[in-house]
């Protein structure tokens, strides 16, 4: 799933019509990512500002995760929208950064509210350019950060303090989007995710890697980088269509069915520390909600495109963010699977590879000794993923 979709946009309608098409404020966002930067991740970036044009329609917002090595452009895409109204950016984070139960100094008069949630109001877009020390946290305070992010997603967070003061400042109601980045050490912490639900969209970005790269940046004017993508990323978001695009049924279906797959790929099978067996089977989640983000983040694609209608160049996208969504070992295990690929050829120690293969029997994707079951072949034909039996291009 990481062969680059190209910017379909642009081949569309040359298709449809034989010509260059009229440039969108989208391909000037492009043009400005390739004018800085080696061989960037065009679909990457595409779907992370889908995620944030899908922050203005009805129902679920998406929750962007960027993940990828230092070094790999993640900060430079949340920065261009530095500057935008509504958007909100942190560079740290406590168990009383949203909420912050602090008492009123009687001696001096409060400017504004201590809670990030109130001084953001009951909109608006928070990004968070090193998700990562999160991850550093004691225990405690990384599982009440999780859990408070789990219950904004859901649009209301609540808190108690032991003191009657400020009773209105203790409840937040309202739609937030976080955008966050984070290195590959997120994988590690795979398991506390799942415990407490599943909120964010992951999209892994590739290494910037080989002397090019290396060269490139060296050559690289990073004040007039910043400046021209914040200039094209404020132009895009700007002018988004009011209109909220359609999503067909039958394009409905293929999301569905794609989901229901990975939910089942990304369930964390818990293990003992010692001899690695299983503790218990794990049921996968509902597919309900990430159901809800893929469709919202195919019609902020169509956003981005100024179409009325989700297209399959869209749907192209959103099978690259919930495949992405899966963690990196069983990804590559399925799609070799699918390709029809000797799972030994993907250089997984032997022990890693018998486990990987069992999580992924246990919920139902393969068969052992047989590659995928009936379910996921069905599901993954049903998704556009699967033609023929193999992998569809």
Not at 154 to 178: H, M, P, V, Y
Request: proline residues 5%; aromatic residues 6%; charged residues 25%.
């Amino acid at each position: 799933m990481n062969k680059d979709v190209q910017t379909h946009d642009t081949k569309l309608a040359q298709a449809a019509n034989g010509q260059a098409h009229e440039p969108t404020p989208w391909d000037a966002v492009e043009e400005a990512i390739l004018k800085h930067h080696h061989k960037p991740d065009l679909n990457a970036a595409r779907i992370l500002y889908s995620a944030v044009a899908a922050h203005s329609l009805r129902g679920a917002p998406v929750w962007p995760m960027l993940v990828g090595p230092p070094g790999s452009m993640k900060t430079e895409l949340l920065n261009g929208m530095d500057g935008l109204p509504h958007v909100h950016f942190i560079d740290k984070l406590t168990a009383k950064t949203f909420i912050s139960g602090q008492l009123e100094d009687p001696h001096r008069k409060r400017t504004q509210s201590p809670s990030l949630l109130h001084r953001i109001g009951t909109a608006g877009i928070v990004a968070y350019p090193d998700f990562s020390t999160v991850l550093g946290m004691q225990q405690d305070e990384k599982a009440s950060i999780l859990a408070d992010m789990r219950r904004i997603y859901d649009g209301k967070l609540s808190k108690e303090f032991g003191t009657d003061a400020k009773q209105e400042e203790r409840t937040w109601e309202g739609r937030l989007t976080f955008v966050v980045a984070v290195t590959p050490e997120i994988d590690r912490a795979y398991s506390i995710f799942q415990t407490l639900g599943e909120r964010f969209v992951m999209i892994r970005w590739p290494r910037a890697g080989g002397i090019e790269a290396a060269l490139a940046a060296m050559n690289q004017d990073n004040t007039q980088a910043k400046l021209d993508i914040r200039v094209a990323v404020h132009h895009l978001l700007k002018r988004l269509p009011e209109a909220e695009p359609t999503l067909s049924y039958e394009r409905q279906v293929r999301i569905a069915a794609l989901t229901e797959v990975v939910v089942r790929g990304r369930t964390h099978v818990p293990r003992s520390g010692y001899d690695k067996q299983i503790i218990y089977i794990p049921e996968a989640e509902s597919a309900t909600r990430l159901a809800q983000q893929l469709a919202q983040l195919a019609k902020g694609s169509a956003l981005l495109g100024e179409r009325a209608e989700v297209d399959d160049g869209d749907l192209q996208l959103v099978r690259r963010a919930a495949f992405d969504c899966m963690p990196p070992m069983r990804k590559a295990l399925l799609e070799a699977v699918m390709r029809g690929e000797d799972p030994k050829g993907l250089g997984f120690p032997n022990t890693t590879l018998h486990y990987l293969k069992e999580d992924m029997e246990l919920q139902g994707l393969l068969e052992k000794g047989k590659g995928l079951t009936d379910l996921a072949r069905d599901m993954l034909r049903e998704a556009g993923v699967v033609q023929d039996g193999r992998l569809a291009a």
